[in-house]
């Protein structure tokens, strides 16, 4: 079982990511599809190693699939959806999940 602290660091983490991808939306340039890619990709890293350290946050992959369909476009939205879910399911097989 993960350090409690890590866990709460790495949600901490994810929360500020996602909070500063909406402030980027606001007060970004005109051309924001690099920087919400970046974002996206970044939360998306942070989720999976959320994931991996405890299976409560397989979860937090809900309100990610709305973000891949929204930034993404509807084909690889659904693409990235489809992977995500896959990611869920090996992360969660080391936490018996899996079993």
Same mark, same amino acid.
């Given at each position: 079982?993960?350090?409690?602290?890590?866990?709460?660091?790495?949600?901490?983490?994810?929360?500020?990511?996602?909070?500063?991808?909406?402030?980027?939306?606001?007060?970004?340039? !005109?051309?924001?599809? /690099?920087?919400?890619? #970046?974002?996206? @990709?970044? *939360?998306? $890293?942070?989720?999976?190693?959320?994931?991996? =350290?405890?299976? !409560?946050?397989?979860? /937090?992959?809900?309100? #990610?699939?709305? @973000?891949? *369909?929204? $930034?993404?476009?509807?084909?690889?939205?659904? =693409?990235?959806?489809?992977?995500?879910?896959?990611?869920?399911? #090996?992360?969660?097989?080391?936490?018996?999940?899996?079993?």
């Amino acid at each position: 079982m993960p350090a409690s602290g890590d866990v709460v660091a790495l949600a901490v983490l994810l929360l500020l990511t996602y909070g500063f991808g909406g402030y980027v939306a606001r007060h970004g340039s !005109d051309d924001r599809r /690099l920087p919400s890619y #970046l974002w996206l @990709l970044g *939360l998306s $890293v942070e989720w999976v190693c959320l994931v991996w =350290l405890t299976p !409560d946050a397989a979860y /937090l992959v809900f309100p #990610l699939f709305f @973000l891949y *369909l929204h $930034v993404l476009g509807r084909r690889w939205g659904t =693409l990235a959806v489809l992977v995500a879910v896959g990611v869920s399911i #090996l992360a969660l097989g080391p936490h018996g999940g899996g079993a």
